[in-house]
């Protein structure tokens, strides 16, 4: 059974596209998991722990996105591409922002831009879970907000982000579980 309606015909009619989205499943698990461990290593503590779970945590996203493209690509090519564009920027500054404060906000509005266009996607066409889909976007506009907020009063970032650093791990192991699915042989 898929996770979404009908399997789609790009994962079926290529093996390797089926085993990439079987390790994509395992990479946002880990990517997860990374996520929601990261924080407990508070990087004013344990600096190059949370910092080393940080960039696990980032870098295991760059195959997820990838994954998505595959997914998306047939039916949205222009949010396709900027769907991978979002995702690549999600890992680069997000990886930043682990480093470097200041680039939280940035970080937070290029995830809102990703989840956005991700969410938007499975919403309207079920290439995922359309549920998913809407709590994807409502995600997105939680990050914007705390962004706008940001932007009209100047109070520091860090305390959202690491709850938001811990939201993005579940949702990655949400993800993963609808990857899992869509991933086996029927």
Known sequence: MSASPGRRPEIEQDTHELVATRKAAVWAALGGIANLVAPVFAPGFYPSVYFSLSAAAYGLLLPVVASL?????????????????????????????????????????????????????????????????????????????????????????????????MLLGAWLLVLAAFLWADARVP
Not at 75 to 99: C, D, N, P
């Open 69 to 165: 493209h595959v997914r998306h690509a047939p039916l949205r090519q222009s949010g396709a591409v900027l769907g991978t564009i979002a995702g690549a920027s999600v890992v680069t500054l997000g990886l930043g922002a682990a480093a470097n404060a200041d680039l939280i906000p940035a970080a937070l509005f290029v995830r809102g831009i990703w989840w956005w266009t991700i969410g938007k996607i499975w919403s309207e066409t079920g290439v995922l879970p359309r549920p998913f889909g809407w709590a994807t976007m409502l995600l997105a506009l939680a990050c914007f907000a705390l962004v706008a907020i940001y932007a009209t009063t100047g109070i520091p970032m860090s305390p959202p982000d690491l709850p938001l650093r």
